[in-house]
């Protein structure tokens, strides 16, 4: 299966928590939180504003950073995705 998302929404495949911290303390599964950089995995056609669609800022293959607390989270295949609105990225990271 695929998600094709609609509109101006992004799918994201959230980046792995550090199960380390910079000190060397490890830290258990549920201590970890969620980072909030993901890499862009598909991307909608676009907002639709005054009959004319608006092309999207980002692409699949970029690595951003987005709103904490956005979203919706989804698992398909066993792979856990955010949908969130392009709106609710910050920045691409190059």
């Known amino acids: 299966m695929k998600l094709k998302p609609l509109g101006d929404r992004v799918v ?3 980046a792995v928590a550090e199960e380390t911290t910079k000190s060397g ?3 258990p599964g549920q201590a970890k939180e969620k980072p909030q950089y993901a890499e862009v995995v598909e991307v909608g056609p676009g907002a639709v504003v005054d009959g004319k669609t608006v092309p999207m800022d980002v692409k699949v293959g970029d690595k951003v950073i987005y709103q904490k ?4 989270e ?3 295949d066993d792979e856990e995705y955010i949908i969130v609105k392009q709106e609710s990225i ?3 990271i190059e």
Not at 69 to 72: H, P, R, T, V, Y
């Open 12 to 14: 994201l495949k959230q």
């Open 25 to 27: 303390i490890v830290l």
């Open 69 to 72: 607390f956005s979203g919706s």
């Open 74 to 76: 989804v698992k398909l």
């Open 90 to 92: 910050l920045a691409v």
